[in-house]
């Protein structure tokens, strides 16, 4: 009995020096520079959100906070080295709704999803607006679906890339209006909003900061938001559900995740850092500006809503066919 009892208390003596040697890596993180990887090309959504958080963790932390733009494959390059990195909160990741989209798009993933990462939190949240070039005619949702319907196949649709939270957006409305046309993805935001001001493509779902400015210059018109309700920053833009799909509703998230297996403290520690950059002022109204929501959901939450999302559009991948391989 003895020798069990000795068994116990060496197991548990090893158990919480563990314990206390992540609690004090997470208190004393960071030590060195910490990267956040995106996923896609400089200019979007992810790449600006990231941008506009570094400069106050690098104050937070006192290191330097690089982003690291790794673009490509709809998301997957970046994601997998974030992925394949060590777990020690010195690499982060940012996402958007795409993540949620790719474990159905390509038949095989070099990472699991969601089990090699360790969700954080969510940056922003933000419905898609589904914009034109001022001299396509249909001036509504209402208007795209008749036209749609009379030209099959025949009106061009542009992306971010496959997969996208652009390009799910309107599968899901062809879906729910029984319309088609054509997909023209494009090698980024930035490429795809070029497009359709350019009258390349005829039209695109897009994160309303990338469209605002063209909206705002009379380069574009807004024809309806994706979320639930109107956007603040788009108030006379009605939403797709409004426009005659009603139970159509899409929100672009936009998180951060750390690989798999980093320790629960320094992602609670990270957790809190990035919600106390949110709230900040300067911080806050930046992102309003660019039509998001603010997000702080806590980790445990934010795991739930990624298998949310991972039901929600792997049915919609599954019924549309779509293939990113």
């Known amino acids: 009995m003895p020798e069990l009892l000795h068994s116990y208390l060496r197991t548990a003596a090893v158990l919480l020096t563990a314990l206390a040697a992540v609690c004090s890596q997470a208190a004393d993180f960071p030590t060195r ?36 733009n790794r673009p490509g494959a709809g ?6 080295i974030a992925a394949k990195a060590t777990p020690d909160g010195y690499t982060l990741l940012v996402v958007a709704t795409g993540f949620a989209a790719n474990p159905f798009l ?5 990472y ?10 969510i940056l922003g949240l933000a419905p898609n607006v589904l914009v034109a070039p001022p001299s396509f005619p249909p001036r509504s949702v209402k208007e795209l679906v008749a036209l749609a319907k009379q030209k099959p196949g025949l009106i061009n649709y542009a992306s971010s890339g496959v997969g996208t939270g652009g390009h799910l957006s309107m599968a899901l409305l062809k879906k729910m209006a029984g319309i088609d046309m054509t997909h023209v993805p494009y090698k980024g935001a930035g490429a795809a909003v070029s497009a359709v001001v350019a009258g390349q493509t ?9 469209a605002i400015p063209h909206i705002k210059s009379g380069r574009l018109k807004a024809l309806a938001v994706t979320g639930a309700k109107r956007s603040p920053v788009l108030p006379d833009v ?11 509703e899409v ?19 990270i957790y809190a850092d990035v919600v106390d950059a949110l709230k900040m002022p300067d911080v806050s109204a930046k992102i309003y500006s660019l039509g998001f929501e603010v997000g702080g959901m806590p980790p445990a939450k934010f795991a739930q809503y990624i298998q949310s999302e991972l039901i929600k ?9 779509i293939h990113a391989d």
């Open 238 to 248: 009605p939403t797709v559900a409004e426009s005659g799909l009603p139970g159509y």
């Open 75 to 80: 998301g997957v390059i970046g994601t997998e």
């Open 202 to 210: 005829q039209l695109l779902f897009t994160a309303t900061g990338a």
């Open 106 to 110: 390509y038949r095989k993933l070099p």
């Open 313 to 321: 559009w792997g049915a919609v991948i599954k019924e549309a066919g």
């Open 251 to 269: 929100d672009g998230w936009y998180s951060m995740l750390a690989p798999g297996r980093t320790p629960k403290a320094v992602v609670d520690r």
């Open 112 to 121: 699991e999803t969601p089990k090699d990462f360790s969700p954080i939190t």
């Open 33 to 68: 520079p910490v990267r956040i990887i995106v996923p896609s090309t400089p200019g979007g959504a992810l790449d600006v959100l990231s941008r506009i958080i570094s400069p106050k963790l690098m104050a937070s932390w006192g290191q330097q906070v690089v982003v690291d």
